[in-house]
C-alpha cells in the first residue's frame, strides 16, 4: 500500500529557505508513472495548492508561489522535495505531501491520494 | 479568496440529508472533474470523492458526488456524528494551469 511521509524543519527564520522532504513508501515513485505534489494549510484556514511534479522532473507550481517555489524529485532514494525561499510568517502553516493519480489519469483529472500526516512549519526569529 | 466558492458552514441533525455546494468557472469545473475532501478534527484531509461521482473503496454509500455545469455537490445522506468534518472541493484550473481548492465547509451533527 502506496504511503507518503513528511520530514523536515518544523522552525524557519524569517527570510530563510523552508525544505521538507516527501518520503514515498509501498512503491516506486518512478514506476508509478504519477504526480506528485505539495499542499499547505495556514492555522484555521483552508487548503491551498503548492504545486506538482511528474516522476520525470516536470514541475507545475501555483502561480502566487511560482518565484519563490522549488520542487524537485529524486527516485534514487524514492522521495520529492519542496523549497521556498524568503519565507514569512505567512508562510507559516501545515505542509502535506501527497500522490496525484491514479497512474495513467492526465493531470487535470486525477486527484490526491494518499496524503502524509502533515508536518507543521512556523515561521519564526 | 478561494476560486471555487463553498458556504462555509453545514449542519443538520443525525438521519438528515446534507448537500455542500461548490460553484466554479468554465475554467475549472465547467472542464475538468472535481473531488472532494475529508478533512477530520486533527488529521490529514482524505479523498471522499473522486472524478465528480466516484467513492474510493471504504467510503459509504451515503456520501455522493454530483456535478452541473460550473458548479458541483456534495451529498451526505443518513448523517452521523462521525460525519462531523471539514469537506474541501478541488479541480484542476486550466487557466491558471493549476490545483484549486473551495475554501471549506465545516459540518456540523447536531
Known amino acids: 500500500q502506496l504511503q507518503v511521509q513528511e520530514s523536515g524543519p518544523g522552525l524557519v527564520k524569517p527570510s530563510e529557505t523552508l525544505s521538507l522532504t516527501c518520503n514515498v513508501s509501498g512503491g516506486s515513485i518512478s514506476s508509478n508513472i504519477s504526480y506528485w505534489g505539495w499542499i499547505r494549510q495556514p492555522p484555521g484556514k483552508g487548503l491551498e495548492w503548492i504545486g506538482t511534479i511528474y516522476y520525470s522532473g516536470s514541475t507545475y507550481y501555483n502561480p502566487s508561489l511560482k518565484s519563490r517555489v522549488t520542487i524537485s524529485v529524486d527516485t534514487s532514494k524514492n522521495q520529492f522535495s519542496l523549497k521556498l525561499s524568503s519565507v514569512s510568517a505567512a508562510d507559516t502553516a501545515v505542509y502535506y505531501c501527497?500522490?496525484?493519480?491514479?497512474?495513467?489519469?492526465?493531470?487535470?483529472?486525477?486527484?490526491?491520494?494518499?496524503w502524509g500526516q502533515g508536518v507543521l512549519v512556523t515561521v519564526s526569529s | 479568496q478561494s476560486v471555487l466558492t463553498q458556504p462555509p458552514s453545514a449542519s443538520g441533525p443525525p438521519g438528515q440529508r446534507v448537500t455542500i455546494s461548490c460553484s466554479g468557472s468554465?475554467?475549472?469545473?465547467?472542464?475538468?472533474?472535481v473531488n472532494w475532501y475529508q478533512q477530520l478534527p486533527g488529521t490529514a484531509p482524505k479523498l471522499l470523492i473522486y472524478?465528480?461521482?466516484h467513492r474510493p473503496s471504504g467510503v459509504p454509500d451515503r456520501f455522493s458526488g454530483s456535478k452541473s455545469g460550473t458548479s458541483a455537490s456534495l451529498a451526505i445522506g443518513g448523517l452521523q456524528s462521525e460525519d462531523e468534518a471539514d469537506y474541501y472541493c478541488a479541480a484542476w484550473d486550466d487557466s491558471l494551469n493549476g490545483v484549486v481548492f473551495g475554501g471549506g465547509t465545516k459540518l456540523t451533527v447536531l
Open positions: 468554465r475554467s475549472n469545473i465547467g472542464t475538468n472533474t
Open positions: 472524478s465528480d461521482n
Open positions: 501527497a500522490r496525484r493519480g491514479p497512474t495513467g489519469i492526465p493531470l487535470a483529472m486525477g486527484w490526491f491520494d494518499p
